[in-house]
Every structure is written in C-alpha cells, then in structure tokens.
C-alpha cells in the first residue's frame, strides 16, 4: 500500500513517530508521501524524508489556508526557490479553501495558478487540497489544461458528477478515512468510478477511519480503507493493493 497524503511530520506524532511509521511499515504501507504546508514545517518534513529516504517522500507547495496577504508572495517565493535546488515527488498541498478562508479567495487562485504552472514546467503532480471550492478549482484547472497536468484531489468528499469532471480532466480521487464514515456519502456512488482512477491516502493525523473517527490518524489505518474499497469495488484486498500502488506510481513515477 501507499499513503499518497500523510503529515508525518506533525506535532501530533512528537512523542511515537519511529513506532508509528513501523506500525505502518509492519501494516504493509511501503511508501509515505508528505505534503508541504509553509515555510514554518518544511524543516520537519524535509529532516524526515533524510531519516526514511527509502520510504518517505517530500511534496513541496504552499498549502491554500496558509496564503495570507501579507507573507503569501515571500512563502511563494521559497516555494520556488526549493523546487529550483532539487527534486520533489509533487507540488502540493495547494488549492482553494473557503470553508476556512473566505476573505482570500483572490490570492488563493494567484498563488494556485502559479503553482499549477510550475508543476506542468517542472513535470510533477499537483495535489490539490479542495474545500467548498470544487467550482473555483476546477475553473483554475479548466484553464491549465495541459497535456503534462496530473496529480490527486487529495481527500475527495465530492459528488459523482465532481468525480467524474476530476476523472475527465486526467486526474486522481484520493480516497481516504471519508469513505468509511457514514454520512460520507462517497461510498455510495465510488463503485461507478472505476479503480484504476483512485489512490490510497490517510491525511493523518486527521480524519481517521472508522473505527478510529475523532481520534488521531495514522498511516497503519490505511488497512482500513482498503477494507472498505473491498466492499465497495467487489475485489479482494489484494487486488485493490496492487492497483492503488500502481495508480501511484504512475502519478509520482
């Protein structure tokens, strides 16, 4: 398995992170994708991506809730000059969020075009945080068409028909601990979205799967996920394994 969107290093795994990364290593998880959020965690996640180089992986991005009008240029601006330095698996989180940000959605669309644009220059994925705003994300991406776009919207609590317009524009669903919970709804229609268009993710330490709901998340829950995609697509676990790793693989390369 692959967890494609993990925050291992989050504050809220200070105090057992070696054991859980182990739990999830023992669990099956062979890969960790990590996304960037600003400049305030980019040490973390960078000094983790040393201690694990075979498994974890570094996005770099400028997390759409952390584009504030006074710092969102500069934090773009060491965006750019990471993505300069080295390589990175993605350009991500980025995206639109008004559930939380509202008053920025100006900026927001700026700060996601311009990272769209450097992920078709550099040639990596994009993965796309997407909150309240499916309409103004998918506007920016209409707009970016290109035929080196690809990428995941992370976290994917949408509709069949968003589903559908994700899947028509070449990218992925990510499908994490939502699909468990009961009023998460996707569970109802992700049977009409083929398998070969979804991967696996946690977005750990948040929204951890049922049973786990309201606690901390983490990468060895990802077993859970699969179990309920076994349910929903009428496949073994195993099949469901290998088809989610290769989707990844495919987009990360």
């Known amino acids: 398995m692959i967890d494609t969107h993990t925050h291992l290093y989050s504050e809220e795994f200070e105090n057992d992170r070696k054991e859980m990364i182990e739990r999830a290593l023992s669990k099956g998880v062979s890969k960790f994708y990590m996304p960037a959020i600003d400049s305030q965690t980019h040490g973390a996640m960078l000094h983790l991506e040393k201690e694990y180089p075979k498994h974890v992986f570094s996005m770099m991005g400028l997390h759409p809730c952390y584009v504030k009008p006074e710092t969102w240029e500069s934090e773009l601006k060491i965006v750019k000059e990471y993505l300069d330095q080295r390589s990175f698996c993605a350009i991500g989180e980025i995206g639109i969020d008004l559930h939380w940000e ?53 976290c994917f609590s949408g509709t069949l028909q968003q589903a559908k317009h994700v899947v028509d524009l070449g990218l992925m669903l990510g499908i994490g601990g939502v ?73 990360f390369r």
């Not at 450097?118 to 994009?126: C, N, S």
């Not at 997407?130 to 920016?140: K, L, Y």
């Open 179 to 251: 699909v468990t919970f009961k009023n998460g709804k996707i569970d109802q229609f992700l049977h009409e979205i083929a398998v070969d268009k979804i991967v696996l993710e946690t977005d750990s330490p948040y929204l951890a799967p049922v049973p786990y709901r309201g606690k901390r998340n983490e990468s060895s829950y990802l077993d859970l996920v699969v179990g309920k995609l076994v349910n929903i697509y009428k496949m073994d676990f195993a099949e469901i394994d290998r088809i989610t790793t290769e989707n990844a693989e495919r987009i």
């Open 102 to 154: 509202k008053d920025t959605l100006d900026i927001q669309v700026k700060a996601f075009e311009q990272q769209v644009d450097w992920a078709i220059e550099k040639d990596v994925p994009i993965v796309i945080h997407t909150r309240e705003s499916f309409d103004e994300v998918f506007d920016v991406l209409e707009r970016k068409k290109h035929p080196k776009l690809r990428g995941i919207f992370h």
